[in-house]
């Protein structure tokens, strides 16, 4: 069953006529339908209510930092925590009482404000997203622009606000079990971690580049610009902790030697020649 059908699915189950009730417009996305069926108000999120035939009851109303809805007629309505549905039987059950007869009121989130999750590391771009519902870890990375494929093995989950437990997923693990994986919660921290070499001296560009499968130390300094015509290409050293490793490039790039892989954290250096 796809993420898509599992989500109007229990929404359907769970919510049964209030979810129906809600008005949707022709050629709604079923999956925005069940997403907003599952999701619980709170602080900052903006709601569209439309009482039908009381154009002046109708509009945006804000949720307030202590969870309150304040409405015309009935004033502060408690909300948070709360489906569209149930705020819409709230706030009918409210106007029902004296205000407005037979009243039929649809509720709705316009801005999603509420529910933040933080997206760090590799990705396109980087930074706050809020949650429209039941949101996987691949959703939210698709969010954030995708992940840089290059140097990434493994994607970090914190909950509770960045304060919690750390759960570490392998990469590859994570797309073979599609968007169905793992859900976030608000105050999540998701972390894509990039495994990276650095390549310094007389190269083109010097700085540091993704660590992906088959990097040696030639194409780590083809990477990084090429080696400057300066550079010193019979002693090329590789830093790798405490350990200093000399090769000869020039006669890597002849076919006389064995190119050298790299780990995470290498650091190439090319020296400039003295000659």
């Given amino acids: 069953m796809t993420i898509r059908v599992l989500l109007f699915a229990i929404a359907t189950l769970l919510l049964g006529?209030?979810?129906?009730?809600?008005?949707?417009?022709?050629?709604?996305?079923?999956m925005a339908v069940a997403r907003e069926a599952l999701y619980c108000v709170g602080a900052g999120d903006v709601l569209a209510v439309q009482v039908f035939g009381e154009a002046t009851l109708s509009g945006s109303y804000p949720v307030s930092l202590a969870g309150g809805l304040d409405f015309p007629l009935i004033g502060l309505v408690e909300v948070d925590g709360r489906t569209t549905a149930e705020v819409s039987a709230l706030l009918r059950d409210r106007l029902a009482q004296?205000?407005?007869?037979?009243?039929?009121?649809?509720?709705?989130?316009?801005?999603?404000?509420?529910?933040?999750?933080?997206?760090l590391g590799a990705v396109s771009k980087p930074g706050v997203y809020f949650l429209h519902g039941p949101t996987t870890v691949l959703e939210i990375l698709s969010l954030a622009g995708g992940v840089d494929d290059q140097g990434v093995d493994e994607i970090r989950i914190t909950h509770g606000g960045g304060q919690g437990d750390t759960v570490v997923l392998p990469y590859e693990?994570?797309?073979?079990?599609?968007?169905?994986?793992?859900?976030?919660?608000?105050?999540?921290?998701?972390?894509?971690?990039?495994?990276?070499?650095?390549?310094?001296?007389?190269?083109?560009?010097?700085?540091?580049?993704?660590?992906?499968?088959?990097?040696?130390?030639?194409?780590a300094i083809a990477a990084a610009g090429g080696a400057l015509p300066t550079a010193y290409l019979r002693k090329v050293w590789i830093l790798r902790g405490d350990q200093r490793t000399a090769v000869n490039l020039r006669k890597i790039l002849d076919g006389k030697e064995t190119d050298?892989?790299?780990?995470?954290?290498?650091?190439?250096?090319?020296?400039?020649s003295v000659f």
């Fill in 260 to 272: 050298h892989p790299l780990v995470a954290g290498d650091r190439v250096i090319v020296n400039e």
């Fill in 173 to 219: 693990q994570l797309l073979a079990q599609g968007a169905g994986s793992i859900a976030l919660a608000a105050g999540d921290v998701v972390f894509v971690p990039q495994s990276l070499v650095s390549v310094v001296g007389c190269v083109g560009k010097p700085g540091e580049i993704a660590l992906r499968e088959g990097l040696t130390v030639s194409r």
């Fill in 98 to 119: 004296g205000f407005v007869r037979n009243p039929y009121v649809t509720v709705s989130v316009t801005t999603y404000a509420s529910q933040p999750v933080q997206v």
């Fill in 17 to 30: 006529t209030p979810l129906r009730a809600q008005a949707q417009e022709p050629g709604a996305d079923p």
